[in-house]
Nanobody, 133 residues
Framework: QVQLVESGGGLVQAGDSRRLSCAAS?????????????MGWFRQAPGKEREFVVA???????????EYADSVKGRFTIDRDNAKNMVYLQMSNLKPEDTAVYYC??????????????????WGQGTQVTVSS
């Protein structure tokens, strides 16, 4: 099993920046190391369904590509440190509509797009981000 633990959430004001962290630990899945996982961030606002935010998708070897939801393009950035088994979500110019619980996810399933929950095998417990206006 792989465990994911998010941190860095909190209360911020509109226009502020915030960085979320996700630490991965545990046994690898099917012998694949952390570097071979696609890592994603999703969020769920009160009364709404969980939605895709961003993914750092593994494409084989040391090749990755990034995918962003339109709502966060230009404001959010994902990064990972494979040596530390960490993935980060840097958020800038935060808006009240970014208020949500943010979840880190890890997956290796093929045949799914990065914004599909079906791609991901493991999920963190989430960290709350609240943006006040």
């Amino acid at each position: 099993q792989v465990q994911l633990v998010e941190s860095g959430g909190g209360l911020v004001q509109a226009g502020d920046s915030r960085r979320l962290s996700c630490a991965a630990s545990g046994r690898t899945f099917s012998g694949r190391t952390f570097s071979g996982y696609t890592m994603g961030w999703f969020r769920q606002a009160p009364g709404k369904e969980r939605e895709f935010v961003v993914a750092h998708r593994w494409s084989g070897g040391s090749i990755y590509y990034l995918e962003y939801a339109d709502s966060v393009k230009g404001r959010f950035t994902i990064d990972r440190d494979n040596a530390k088994n960490m993935v980060y979500l840097q958020m800038s110019n935060l808006k009240p509509e970014d208020t949500a619980v943010y979840y880190c996810a890890a997956g290796v399933r093929s045949g799914y797009s990065s914004d599909s929950s079906d791609l991901y095998d493991y999920w963190g417990q989430g960290t709350q981000v609240t943006v006040s206006s």
